[in-house]
């Protein structure tokens, strides 16, 4: 299967270029071929715009993915440019999250002292997500909340998490762990009950996480082709990089 976003099908049904949109929007051509194409999601501050342009109530869904027929079920076997598509919407994005210093809210909500997932699947906060967690024969998870961030920076980042992301936990010069998104919430109160602020509401569910001891160096060496300093704020490497980090990481797709 592959994907489009709901944005790019109502481009193609009103057929609208890019260039056309991005004209009507006041945006850059490019930019507007990133959100179009899923590779980033519209950013809050440009909703009101896209419902203004578009004459829709939820432009909060067009960042949104629908599965497609395979491109044996349309008849497309050896189109060099469909092939290549689906190959990109099958990637999974490899995504670094410092934690902090003080590994106490790490414990708490990603893995406790013992290295065990402390949020039990049937947790209150979980309910919207229960069945998802029961098909996939989860019983216990981890979860990290990130905060909205200065002109929804951190929250935009946030929108574009998806299912089967791999993010990779950053301390003092090290990743420390790693595991597998399978869902999202948004709660101030889950926050507040887990790490004592409403501010980190944008919570992602994760399962298998696994301790690791990965020298920060070495890694954005490999990945960057020199050493970083250190890891600030969430980062959602890109297509190239996340591969380079799944060989490392010796990661394999279902």
Not at 8 to 34: D, P, T, Y
Not at 219 to 236: M, N, P
Request: charged residues 30%; glycine residues 6%; without cysteine.
């Amino acid at each position: 299967m592959y994907y489009l976003t709901f944005l790019r099908i109502l481009m193609m049904l009103e057929s609208l270029s890019n260039k056309e949109l991005a004209l009507k929007l006041g945006v850059s051509e490019a930019n507007l071929k990133e959100w179009a194409d899923g590779e980033r999601n519209i950013p809050y501050q440009w909703f009101n715009k896209f419902k203004e342009v578009l004459d829709i109530d939820n432009p909060q869904l067009l960042s949104n993915k629908m599965e497609l027929p395979s491109v044996e079920e349309m008849g497309l076997i050896g189109d060099a440019t469909i092939v290549n598509v689906q190959q990109l919407k099958n990637n999974r994005q490899i995504i670094w999250q410092p934690v902090g210093t003080d590994m106490r809210n790490f414990h708490r909500s990603i893995l406790d002292e013992q290295g065990m997932p402390p949020i039990h699947f049937d947790d209150r906060f979980l309910t919207d997500l229960n069945q998802h967690l029961i098909d996939l024969d989860v019983k216990k998870v981890s979860v990290w909340g990130v905060k909205d961030g200065k002109n929804y920076v951190t929250f935009n980042k946030f929108q574009r998490i998806e299912n089967g992301d791999i993010v990779m936990f950053y301390s003092t010069q090290k990743f420390v762990a790693y595991g597998e998104v399978i869902g999202k919430i948004e709660s101030k109160e889950w926050s507040k009950e887990l790490w004592w602020s409403e501010d980190f509401e944008n919570i992602y569910v994760l399962r298998d996480v696994k301790t690791t001891n990965l020298d920060f160096l070495e890694v954005t060496k490999i990945v960057y082709g020199e050493s970083g300093k250190s890891l600030q704020s969430l980062r959602i490497l890109d297509d190239e990089k996340s591969e380079s980090m799944y060989d490392f990481l010796n990661l394999q797709d279902n």
